[in-house]
T-cell receptor
Framework: AQTVTQSQPEMSVQEAETVTLSCTYD???????LFWYKQPPSRQMILVIR??????QNATENRFSVNFQKAAKSFSLKISDSQLGDAAMYFC???????????FGTGTSLTVIP | ETGVTQSPTHLIKTRGQQVTLRCSSQ?????VSWYQQALGQGPQFIFQ???????GRGNFPPRFSGLQFPNYSSELNVNALELDDSALYLC?????????????FGPGTRLTVT
């Protein structure tokens, strides 16, 4: 079974600074999708960014970007110019090209310090 | 566009009882997935429904069952509740048929089993 590991239970960042959240995964598939989700204290999970494994170019969404290293099975999230509203739990998730199950990591709690 | 909604928000049940949780999918979506999120953990896939049929199942016992209705809304039923069933239950809707494997989450139902 695929596993997703987030080794940083908690992270903090000063407002306006940059922070990187780590994620590694284990799979034998060559095609798959990777995601970062944000879960604020209100609980509703929100998609932050998506990366297709067949794409070499790292995905970017405004202040959010990823560093996708396929050979290393690493998928980190970089948040630039951190804002107070970025404070939340961040989950890394994997979905294979076949099947329909998403596998989530245990999450990283991000605190933004004013 | 209507988002994913879930009811009820909170629920307290006694061990051995049965519970039904409900989910309305986002407008235009035909697939619903259910997840269990224990405290401090990432979501764990329970099962997915597509065209009113179960379309994949995670490592959960048969006392977890579901339904999908013609309007794509869904129910999660849990029989013979155990203390370990206490968790946040999330549903997520998506559209099967596109090459975009994104899902949108509801706010969740917090189930407490005493």
């Amino acid at each position: 079974a695929q596993t997703v590991t987030q080794s940083q239970p908690e992270m903090s960042v000063q407002e306006a600074e940059t922070v990187t959240l780590s994620c590694t995964y284990d799979t034998s598939e060559s095609d798959y999708y990777l995601f970062w989700y944000k879960q604020p204290p209100s609980r509703q999970m929100i998609l932050v960014i998506r990366q297709e494994a067949y794409k070499q170019q790292n995905a970017t969404e405004n202040r959010f970007s990823v560093n996708f290293q396929k050979a290393a099975k690493s998928f980190s999230l970089k948040i630039s110019d951190s804002q107070l509203g970025d404070a939340a739990m961040y989950f890394c998730a994997y979905r294979g090209n076949t099947g329909n199950q998403f596998y989530f990591g245990t999450g990283t709690s991000l605190t933004v310090i004013p | 566009e209507t988002g994913v909604t879930q009811s009820p928000t909170h629920l307290i049940k006694t061990r051995g009882q049965q519970v039904t949780l409900r989910c309305s999918s986002q407008s235009g979506h035909n697939t619903v997935s259910w997840y269990q999120q224990a405290l401090g953990q990432g979501p764990q896939f329970i099962f997915q429904y597509y065209r009113e049929e179960e379309n994949g199942r995670g490592n959960f016992p048969p006392r977890f069952s579901g339904l999908q209705f013609p309007n794509y809304s869904s129910e999660l039923n849990v029989n013979a509740l155990e203390l370990d069933d206490s968790a946040l239950y999330l549903c997520a809707s998506s559209f099967q048929g596109r090459m975009v494997y994104e899902q949108y989450f509801g706010p969740g139902t917090r189930l407490t089993v005493t």
